[in-house]
């Protein structure tokens, strides 16, 4: 939340530095604004199309596992 304006955004960061910046509760929810080498934006919208496209499963639908032999299954 900007202390000046109250207005909210939703910020994601990569431990990279690279980040992304979008309004969330005004007009403008189309402007994106983002830093950094990599497009984390875009990620993140693949990764909400792919959840969306799959029925939006829940938290508990996921899982990893990695043998010791290393072989590992999502």
């Known amino acids: ?17 690279t980040w992304a ?23 993140a919208e693949a990764a909400w199309r792919w959840w969306n496209d799959h029925g939006r499963p829940a938290q508990d639908r996921f899982g990893y596992a990695r043998e010791a032999d290393g072989h590992q299954y999502a």
């Open 1 to 17: 939340m900007d202390d000046d304006t109250g207005a909210m955004s939703l910020q994601l960061q990569g431990r990279d530095g």
């Open 21 to 43: 910046r979008v309004p969330i509760a005004d007009e403008h929810t189309t402007t994106v604004t983002y830093g950094g080498s990599a497009d984390l934006w875009r990620r």
